[in-house]
């Protein structure tokens, strides 16, 4: 099975949508954006249940929010690569940052791999919801036990705060619906807007992607053209003037197909030719 696969492959055009509704139906989960899977917790969740048992749930922390912490999702992940001789090289770097493009292609050949293991039919035995309760238990029962105790100094040291509210309720009260009736009604816009620009930064870096990449391939088709073997040809030199030509009106294209046409008849009466000295 390829693990390695070439950023023109098939499984590189498979959309946002698309990828998270996969996420979305595989695990149980509402994921309105691919930037939510940053922190690598999903990656390891969805190698769980491609390969059942192999990945150290409670070593994976759903609950991530710094660099730091994320990156511990991905060394679990790297290790789980390791063990399965999986050879795939993780940006952990970009992913973090949250970035929609590095995360979009990352998820992309996972659900390329994925779908090559288990021929893209789901596992209905797996509980996705019950083996994200295992990951972290331990830390994050910590964590909210160290958060109470916080609420309660805190109390403790402002014993006056509850009357400060009595005495100011209706007033804050007021103030709070207002704000909860205008938050209620922009809502959905900033929403819709959010989704827009992410749809655009999308589309800009993959446009970006693209064009570094045939940039790439004509660069080295002039490089081939500029070796000391081929730069004399014909063909060679055609080609540079097409690779060279500064406007569209300039390309040298359909003069190239005519000399390219001719080549082929001289080549043709060349044979014929032959052929009939033989006989």
């Known amino acids: 099975m390829a693990t390695n696969i070439g ?12 990828i998270l509704s996969w996420i979305n139906a595989t695990l149980h989960l509402n994921l ?5 899977a940053a922190s690598g917790a999903l990656q390891c969740q969805m190698m769980d249940m491609t390969h ?7 070593k994976v922390n759903f609950d991530a929010k710094t660099e730091y912490v994320m990156i511990q999702n991905y060394k679990v992940l790297q290790e789980v690569f390791n063990k399965l001789k999986i050879d795939k090289y993780v940006e952990v770097n970009k992913l973090v940052k949250g970035r929609p493009l590095d995360n979009l292609e990352f998820l992309q050949w996972l659900k390329h791999y994925c779908d090559s293991v288990t021929g893209g039919i789901m596992n209905e035995n797996y509980n996705p919801m019950e083996r994200r309760s295992k990951s972290g238990k331990e830390r994050n029962a910590k964590g909210l036990h160290n958060n109470s105790k916080s609420l309660q100094a ?22 709070k619906t207002g704000g909860v009736a205008v938050g209620t ?9 959010s989704n827009e620009i992410t749809e655009l930064k999308l589309s800009v870096d993959l446009m970006e ?4 990449y045939y940039f790439t391939k004509l660069r080295d088709i002039e490089i081939l053209c500029q070796t000391p073997e081929l730069e004399h040809l014909p063909m060679a030199v055609e080609i540079k003037k097409i690779l060279y030509a500064a ?10 197909q005519e000399i390219l046409f001719q080549a082929e008849n001289d080549d043709e009466e060349t044979d014929g030719q032959e052929l009939e000295d033989h006989i």
Request: glycine share 14%.
């Open 7 to 18: 950023m023109m492959d098939s499984a590189y055009f498979v959309g946002r949508n698309e």
């Open 32 to 36: 309105s954006r691919v930037e939510e």
């Open 52 to 58: 059942p048992g192999v990945v150290p749930m409670h």
């Open 154 to 175: 805190n109390n403790s040291h402002n014993p006056g705060l509850g009357d400060g509210m009595g005495a100011n309720g209706c007033g804050t009260k007021q103030r």
């Open 185 to 193: 009604k922009f809502s959905g816009q900033i929403q819709a807007l």
């Open 209 to 212: 992607k693209e064009r570094d």
């Open 247 to 256: 406007e569209a009106k300039e390309s040298a294209f359909e003069e190239d």
